[in-house]
């Protein structure tokens, strides 16, 4: 039982930054990678980043790298995704989810909504 509850959405302006979380239960956080994607009305899935399960490795979509840093905190259960210089196209539900082999996924948060105003 994989339980993921994401937090920090909200309305920004263009330029701004965003901190979401992600909080895990009902699971060894330590034994999953995790993974942020995103949601835009009309637009496919995204994957936006991925942090290793020991939180060595970070892989990013060339849209966001540079700008977007992704974390975990295993003793803690978290995983957060630090958004800089935000724009209005990356308007979407930002979603978590937990995998154990970097395709498949054991469990999705609810997502939350991040709006970046023109």
């Known amino acids: 039982q994989v339980q993921l509850v994401e937090s920090g959405g909200g309305l920004v302006p263009a330029g701004g930054s965003l901190r979401l979380s992600c909080a895990a239960s009902?699971?060894?956080?330590?034994?999953?990678?995790m993974v942020w994607f995103r949601q835009a009305p009309g637009k496919e899935r995204e994957r936006v980043a991925y942090?290793?399960?020991?939180?060595?490795?970070?892989v990013y979509a060339d849209s966001v790298n540079g700008r977007f840093t992704i974390s975990r905190d295993n003793a803690k259960n978290t995983v957060s995704l630090q958004m800089n210089s935000l724009k209005p196209e990356e308007t979407a539900v930002y979603y978590c989810?937990?995998?154990?082999?970097?395709?498949?996924?054991?469990?999705w948060g609810q997502g939350t909504q991040v709006t970046v105003s023109s």
């Open positions: 009902g699971v060894t956080f330590s034994n999953y990678a």
């Open positions: 989810a937990a995998t154990q082999n970097g395709f498949t996924y054991n469990g």
């Open positions: 942090i290793s399960s020991d939180g060595i490795t970070t």
